[in-house]
């Protein structure tokens, strides 16, 4: 597609379900970012894939959360056992290399998570 | 700890005048720094950016200007039009960890007509 697509753009569950938040990027773009935004803050970082593998997931706030990109192209970030403080929008972005120094970092419209 | 602040949560002003939103940052580290403007249901569009070997860097209506011994930078908008009407983001990142911006808790601007 032209832009980064990302599924679903509403998710509501329940306290302690699990939550699966899809990514396609931009064709050809070899860097895949995950970032949050809850209410009233900028976006938060959490994990940066290069290729297929995970090149910084300091980012991720415990171990509920957790990332993939099996083949270079599409992500997923899964929520484990999920709690109301996960209820945020989150973002990803694609760029065509790791260095964001030309700003051509592309993001999505992001999937807005509710937890009830 | 915000390392990154625009402590400006909102900004009115007329069409055709001047649009200055600001923001500070703490980490000296900070190499690059980025506006991204969005707008409500949609994801950040980078606007502008300049590096922190530059005081200043134009592009069109837009101006961003970096004074480091302050650590402040901010954007002009000239002239603003209602179609500006957006919240702004400001985020810098380091050297060698780029891939990681660390944003500001934006801006909402609004351009009179």
């Known amino acids: 597609g032209a832009g980064v697509s990302q599924t679903p753009s509403n998710k509501v569950t329940e306290k302690g379900k699990y939550v699966e938040l899809r990514c396609d990027p931009i064709s050809g773009h070899t860097a895949l970012y995950w970032y949050r935004q809850s209410l009233g803050q900028g976006p938060e970082f959490l994990i940066y894939f290069q290729g297929t593998g995970a090149a910084d997931d300091s980012g991720l706030p415990n171990d509920r959360f957790f990332a993939v990109r099996p083949e270079g192209s599409v992500s997923t970030l899964k929520i484990q056992r999920t709690e109301r403080g996960d209820s945020a929008v989150y973002l990803c972005?694609?760029?065509?290399?790791?260095?964001?120094?030309?700003?051509?970092?592309?993001f999505g419209e992001g999937s807005r998570l509710t937890v009830l | 700890d915000q390392q990154v602040k625009q402590n400006s949560p909102s900004l009115s002003v007329q069409e055709g005048r001047i649009s200055i939103l600001n923001c500070d940052y703490t980490?000296?580290?900070?190499?690059?720094f980025l506006w991204y403007k969005k707008y409500p249901a949609e994801g950040p569009t980078f606007l502008i950016s300049?590096?922190?070997?530059?005081d200043k860097n134009e592009d069109g209506r837009f101006t961003v200007f970096l004074n480091k011994s302050a650590k402040h930078l901010s954007l002009h908008i000239v002239p603003s039009q209602p179609g500006d009407s957006a919240v702004y983001f400001c985020a810098a990142s380091v050297l060698d960890s780029s891939y990681k911006l660390i944003f500001g808790s934006g801006t909402r601007l609004l351009v009179r007509p």
């Open positions: 300049i590096s922190s070997i530059k």
């Open positions: 972005a694609s760029s065509p290399g790791g260095r964001v120094n030309t700003g051509e970092l592309f």
């Open positions: 980490n000296s580290m900070f190499d690059y």
